[in-house]
């Protein structure tokens, strides 16, 4: 049994230390850029409807202000990331290479803020005026699912809420963001998650950090308050699944197609939380955040970089690629995605630019050799060596039945295939097109 007991999900793989590049990112304090001469802010930057352009070519606009509202329940605004003059409010390419509109600012220089409104006394505001700021500062989920965090904390009746879980894993390779934030940010972070709990009205809060942090598990530690524990997991990806973390947390087991708040957990990031200690103490809206940029560039590092900036931007910031880059990566080597330009914006969800080498060609794909190690990586305890074949073959309902949509594209089985076969690329296929399916089943009965 190892040290760390029954604090382990089933399935995951370990990328090794030399391959992951946390011991030369991590000890990079965060750097603040610098406003880039213009910033391209896509309005359609988190899970559900985008925002609404509240600007129009030629407006000023100053930094923090509204410049998109969210477009329904499950939506978030968007705010200015510099002042200056709206260049044009046009469509632009996202790093998922789907296109959507976005406010382009051209910078002023002059950095004038709205008028923030701090809250006076933080601990006097009620749970509605807590998420109500939230709502207003445009929060989403900053580990990289974008979900509104406003809705996060406004459960649907009938369900009861009795724990935060706080995902402090930061278990994909390369990425130290939200460890650097731990270290430099701990009293923030443990204030934002003490907002949280009043606004979900929980008594417990636990903190999950990654066992090859242990300067975080301290810095963490040391400035928890009453009602929050901080636990050091095995390193082991996908611990920050948010079905893994609340199972190495609690022991419990988010049903099949369900969510953690079916088992009376809501799961938040650590920079989520950072988020939302500046939103109500400092009246700061979301226009910026921590990004690492790793791999083979200059100078990696950790930058506060300003949302809309472009990924040159922040590859200039590290004196630019070294020799035998093959590909830029948006996001962490597992689960994100392959980029071919530069010119795409920095978004909420943009936790790390990533320059790989060799490491990141396509392998040369040779037949399943039935080995079995795809089945025990899944942590979602699926086949995904079936699923493949199905997929390929374009036998979606089957795959279906063998719960592909609960696959959750972690890339584990991909990584450990020695037949080198797409495995994830297939799920993600297959997904997708039985969404389409359902979507247009709904829209013929609607019709
Ligand atoms: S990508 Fe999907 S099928 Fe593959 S290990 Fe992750 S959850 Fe399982
Ligand atoms: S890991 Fe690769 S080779 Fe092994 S069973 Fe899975 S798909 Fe086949």
């Known amino acids: ?92 390419l996202l790093a998922s290479g789907v296109s959507v509109p976005a406010v382009i600012i051209d910078n002023d220089y002059k950095d004038e803020w709205v008028e923030l409104s701090p809250a006076a006394n933080p601990d006097s505001l009620t749970a509605d005026e807590l998420r109500k700021i939230v709502a207003d500062a445009g929060i989403v989920g900053l580990g990289g699912a974008t979900f509104p965090t406003a809705v996060k904390l406004n459960p649907a009746e009938g369900k009861t809420i009795e724990k935060l879980v706080i995902n402090g894993a930061e278990c994909e390779p390369y990425l130290t963001a939200d460890h650097r934030l731990m270290l430099e940010k701990a009293e923030d972070i443990i204030h934002g998650i003490c907002i949280v709990m009043k606004a979900l009205k929980v008594k417990e809060a636990i903190i999950g950090i990654e066992n090859n942090k242990p300067d975080a598990v301290a810095a963490m530690t040391a400035a928890a ?84 900036s472009t990924v040159e931007q922040l590859l200039d910031a590290c004196d630019g690629l070294q020799k035998g880059v093959k590909q830029l990566i948006y996001g962490g080597p597992m689960m994100g995605m392959a980029i071919a330009r530069t010119d ?5 969800g943009c936790s790390g630019i990533l320059a790989l080498g060799e490491e990141a060609m396509e392998p040369k794909e040779s037949a399943c050799i039935r080995c079995g190690r795809c089945l025990r990586a899944c942590p979602m305890k699926l086949m995904p060596a079936k699923l493949d074949a199905l997929s390929r073959a374009l036998r979606f309902e089957e795959a279906e039945k063998l719960g592909v949509m609960n696959c959750m594209e972690c890339g584990a089985c991909t990584f450990v295939c020695p037949a080198k076969r797409s495995l994830t690329q297939s799920c993600r296929t297959a997904k997708k097109v039985i969404n389409t399916r359902r979507k247009q089943a709904a829209e013929k009965k609607e019709d």
């Open 1 to 92: 049994m190892s040290v760390f007991g029954s604090r382990m999900f089933p399935g995951g793989v370990h990328p090794h230390e030399s391959v992951n590049g946390k011991a030369v990112n991590g000890g990079n304090a965060i750097v603040k850029l610098p406003a880039p001469p213009r910033v391209i802010i896509p309005l359609s930057q988190h899970i559900g409807a985008p925002a609404k352009a509240l600007v129009k070519k030629g407006d000023l606009v100053k930094v923090g202000q509204v410049i998109g509202q969210a477009g329904g329940y499950v939506s978030a605004n968007v705010h200015a990331s510099v002042s200056g003059k709206v260049w044009d409010v046009q469509p632009c």
């Open 225 to 308: 308050k009453e009602g929050i524990t901080v636990k050091a997991l095995p390193v082991r990806y996908p611990q920050g699944g948010e079905k893994q973390l609340v199972y190495a947390l609690t022991k419990k087991k988010v049903p099949t197609g369900g969510l953690p708040l079916d088992v009376g957990i809501v799961v938040c990031n650590v920079g989520t939380m950072y988020a939302v200690q500046q939103a109500v103490c400092e009246g700061r809206p979301l226009i910026e955040r921590v990004t690492t940029v790793g791999g083979l560039v200059e100078k990696p590092g950790n930058f506060m970089v300003r949302i809309g």
């Open 344 to 348: 795409i914006p920095v978004t909420k």
